[in-house]
């Protein structure tokens, strides 16, 4: 299959980090576009929207979560991958909330901000045509037969609790906030601590250690992560 | 008043009976003895007075002695006129030696009186100074001084000691810790002259209390205030020798105590420069130290990266990249640090499944314990804890960190949680050689580090306090122990279960 590169922008001040980038991404086979501030990121996004944006979240001009709102605002739905800072995870949520689609925590390493860019892409491209069969190590998730399977058996699942895997399938690879889950689960604002317990349970059915999850990853103060093999 | 007026009357009362005696012995004798003998009798009777009770009474005896040798012993008998002119001038005589004999037998009395006096007086500004010697704090050294001056004088006292620019009450007998205006603005200027001041002295006598300094060899150290409901002055010549005897006293032991404070301020002034110094060494160290191996390996990268073989590539690259992370993790530390001494934690407090939070944890040491084994040991019963889940993913973090730096490769770290009552403690137990036990509390202070497994991995010393100030913060508790099966740390993290966090239950699923 022979497609365009996908186009990414890279929205951040410091030369050295979006040198890198820049670097990187090349050779991952991404077509890099470079902005220094929110306002021409702004512009760059409105003229010639590109398929993903990685946004520092500190920048000289715009706070980088007016820059999520304006994007979402303006009706476009480009996939945002936020750089933050350690020890922010009201802002991490607030981005996430905003309708960013995930974070990487500075410093980071490569790995994991390709692994963000890929998924970020990857829901794109499943929302025009989401795959039937979800495989991800020992787990595999049937959406249409509603079959669940783990380290090779079959599992059963409480409905809430298939409706909460189902949920993290869609968005396999992602992060989702504790108020996402709720209220695409729940329905409504339901108290945190009922997800933790359905997480937990959802564990012990699919998890070889519960206390060490290889499927579902807790993003602490934040949310919820079902990992994907790519 | 009343009292001394009874005092007084039966001091008269006595004398009267002296006399009566002196009469009675006279009457039964005056057979065998001539009448100007008999005399002797009262002269006795007037003496025993004069010592027993002073002046006054022994000259009242004197005069009713006088009447009644007349009355009884000279002719003409039973009649206050004397017949013989002989008698007269023997009478006169009498009366003479009795007054003068009096005279001196009362003042030797109040010789002894004032001895008496002065003896107790010297007796409790003894057992005062002994009291000042031993009070520690400035706070029972000014209660002590103004109970023993309101004591000793029977006036009401106020200590008031300078605070800035003023002076405040610090002690009061009975207790007071207001001024008014008038009273206040004397002791200002009481402190600000080092002069009396307020009732009955030269300046601001308006004032209800008198205002004096105490004062040392270096100059004033407080002031008294003094008042009462007395008429007129309010002490006399002697009280005011007693209150300087206890106010000299009073000064030095304040001074004492102050001198000490001092010494305890520069003790702790040097305890934080020692703590600076030690971050300075610290921060210095543990930066630069990784920060060589980042910029030694990548620039061998950068400048003989083409000569090298993939392998001793990787190497350089693996080693730039943890020499980084570690960076990272010392960086985290100071921030954290930072944020707990500035009292910017405010923890989240949620509902977390412990077991999560730990898992977390686990995953992010990942790299740190890769040498190491872990085994977890969680019971699955346990309740969901409210804890800021961020916060306590860092204590963990930080105690894994810890095991991980003092315990050798292939040694096993376990992780067990347990419900104790109210509360949930979390253990991490390892195989390492064990916190030297005279240091087990200092473990958790600021840049402290175990003696002797000073490696070159040695940590930051801020871990272990960190983990402390997060788990006050949110109301728990962390503690070291030694394992007594063999060695080996126990770290104990405990927790409150706060009432109603009761284990939440699954009961509105249905399968």
């Known amino acids: ?230 | 008043m009343q009292q001394r007026r009874a005092i007084s009357l039966g001091a008269y009362a006595g004398s009267s009976a002296f006399v009566a005696l002196a009469l009675g012995v006279g009457l039964a004798l005056q057979q065998f003895l001539a009448s100007s003998n008999i005399a002797l009798a009262f002269l006795a009777a007037v003496l025993a007075s004069a010592v027993t009770y002073g002046l006054w009474p022994s000259l009242f005896a004197c005069l009713v002695s006088v009447l009644a040798y007349n009355f009884f012993f000279l002719p003409p008998v039973y009649s206050f006129t004397i017949a013989d002119p002989e008698n007269v001038v023997a009478l006169f005589f009498f009366a003479v030696v009795a007054m003068i004999a009096s005279n001196l037998a009362a003042r030797v009395r109040d010789q002894a009186v004032a001895a008496r006096q002065r003896a107790k007086t010297t007796e409790d500004l003894y057992q005062f100074s002994r009291k000042l010697a031993s009070a520690i704090t400035l706070d029972d050294l000014l209660w002590a001084t103004a109970y023993q001056i309101a004591l000793m004088l029977k006036v009401r006292v106020v200590l008031l000691l300078p605070e800035g620019e003023t002076v405040a009450v610090r002690a009061g007998y009975p207790p007071e810790d207001m001024l008014d205006e008038g009273d206040l603005a004397a002791a200002k200027w009481c402190w600000d002259h080092n002069r009396p001041a307020g009732r009955g002295a030269d300046t601001l006598p308006g004032a209800r209390r008198l205002f004096l300094p105490m004062r040392t060899g270096r100059g004033a150290v407080g002031i008294i205030g003094l008042d009462s409901d007395r008429p007129g002055p309010l002490l006399s010549p002697d009280q005011r020798r007693l209150l300087d005897a206890l106010s000299d006293q009073a000064a030095l032991a304040i001074e004492r105590v102050s001198l000490a404070q001092d010494v305890d301020r520069a003790r702790l002034e040097a305890e934080t420069e020692r703590l600076r110094a030690a971050l300075l060494t610290s921060i210095s160290h543990d930066l630069r130290t990784p920060l060589a191996s980042i910029l030694g390996s990548a620039t061998t990268l950068s400048a003989y990266g083409d000569g090298l073989d993939a392998t001793a590539r990787a190497e350089l690259a693996r080693t730039i990249a943890e020499e980084a992370e570690r960076l990272n993790r010392f960086i985290g530390n100071l921030l954290d640090m930072t944020r707990l001494e500035a009292g910017a934690i405010v923890p989240q407090a949620e509902l977390v499944d412990i077991g999560e939070t730990v898992g977390s944890a686990l995953e992010r040491a990942g790299a740190i314990l890769a040498g190491h084994r872990v085994e977890m040991e969680l019971g699955a019963d346990l309740p969901l804890v409210p804890l800021d889940p961020v916060l306590f993913e860092q204590v963990v973090f930080n105690v894994l960190d810890n095991a991980a730096k003092y315990t050798p490769a292939g040694s096993t770290i376990r992780i067990a949680s347990r419900r104790d009552g109210d509360r949930v403690a979390l253990t991490i137990t390892d195989e390492g050689p064990g916190v030297p036990p005279s240091n087990i509390e200092r473990i958790f202070d600021k840049f402290y580090r175990a003696q002797g497994t000073d490696r070159q991995r040695a940590g930051t010393g801020l871990g272990l306090a960190i983990c402390r100030g997060f788990m006050e913060a949110m109301g728990g508790d962390i503690r070291a122990t030694n394992r007594t099966d063999r060695s080996g740390a126990i770290f104990t993290l405990t927790l409150p279960l706060r009432a109603g966090a009761a284990t939440a239950t699954l009961s509105e699923d249905v399968t």
């Not at chain 1, 090349?26 to 306002?39: M, P, R, W």
Request: proline share 5%; hydrophobic share 40%.
């Open chain 1, 1 to 230: 299959m022979n497609v365009a590169p996908p186009r990414v922008l890279v929205v951040e001040d410091e030369p050295p980090i979006s040198r890198f980038l820049r670097t990187t991404l090349t050779a991952q086979g991404y077509h890099v576009l470079e902005a220094e501030c929110g306002k021409s990121a702004l512009d760059m996004i409105t003229r010639n929207p590109p398929d993903v944006v990685v946004l520092d979240l500190g920048l000289p001009d715009l706070d980088g979560l007016d820059v999520i709102r304006k994007v979402r605002d303006g009706g476009s739905a480009v996939p945002i991958v936020v750089l933050s800072s350690r020890s922010d995870e009201a802002g991490k949520v607030e981005a996430l909330d905003l309708g960013a689609d995930d974070y990487v925590t500075k410093p980071f390493g490569v790995d994991e901000l390709l692994a963000r860019l890929r998924a970020a892409l990857r829901h794109r491209l499943q929302q025009q045509g989401e795959r039937q069969v979800f495989r991800s190590g020992d787990l595999t998730v049937d959406v249409v037969r509603r079959i669940v399977t783990a380290h090779g058996e079959e599992i059963k699942l409480s409905p809430r609790e298939y409706d909460l895997l189902r949920l993290l399938v869609t968005h396999a690879g992602k992060v989702l906030t504790h108020k996402f889950i709720l209220r695409n689960v729940w329905g409504a604002d339901t108290d945190v601590q009922y997800l933790r317990i359905y997480i937990r349970a959802l564990r012990q059915k699919i998890e070889r250690e519960p206390d060490r999850p290889q499927h579902i990853v807790t993003e602490t103060g934040v949310g919820y992560r079902l990992r994907a093999s790519d």
